[in-house]
Nanobody
C-alpha cells in the first residue's frame, strides 16, 4: 500500500503561518499531479490546491493569495505554505497524488494519513 507522509501541522494563532510537507518514501510520483485537501469535522473533504508535474498550479478561491503549493521533484516532496491563517482554516489536511489534475478527491489515487492544523482566535 503506497503511503504519503505529511508533516508540519500544529497549533498556530490567527494570522500566523505553517508549512506542510508531503513525501512519498520509496516511490517516485514526479509525473503525477500533487494536491492538498482538508476536512473539518462534519464537512466534506475540500480541495485546496494542486500542482502538475510541469508546475501548473490551481487554487480554491478560499485559499488563493494565502496558500502556496510547491514541489521538489528531487526530494519527491510537495509543500503547502499557509499564511494569514484563520480559525476557519482549522481542519485535517491531506496530501494526495494522481494522474489527473482535478479538484475532486476521486481524481487522486494515493493519500496521506492527514495532519491536524488548528488555528486559534
Amino acid at each position: 500500500q503506497v503511503q504519503l507522509v505529511e508533516s508540519g501541522g500544529g497549533l498556530v494563532q490567527a494570522g500566523g503561518s505553517l508549512r506542510l510537507s508531503c513525501a512519498a518514501p520509496g516511490r517516485t510520483f514526479n509525473t503525477y499531479t500533487k494536491g492538498w485537501f482538508r476536512q473539518a469535522p462534519g464537512k466534506e473533504r475540500e480541495f485546496l490546491t494542486s500542482i502538475t508535474w510541469g508546475g501548473v498550479t490551481n487554487y480554491a478561491d478560499s485559499v488563493k493569495d494565502r496558500f502556496t503549493i510547491t514541489r521538489d521533484n528531487a526530494k519527491n516532496t510537495v509543500y503547502l505554505q499557509m499564511n494569514s491563517l484563520k480559525p476557519e482554516d482549522t481542519a485535517v489536511y491531506y496530501c494526495a497524488t494522481g494522474r489527473v489534475a482535478g479538484r475532486n478527491p476521486g481524481d487522486y489515487s494515493y493519500w496521506g494519513q492527514g495532519t491536524q492544523v488548528t488555528v486559534s482566535s
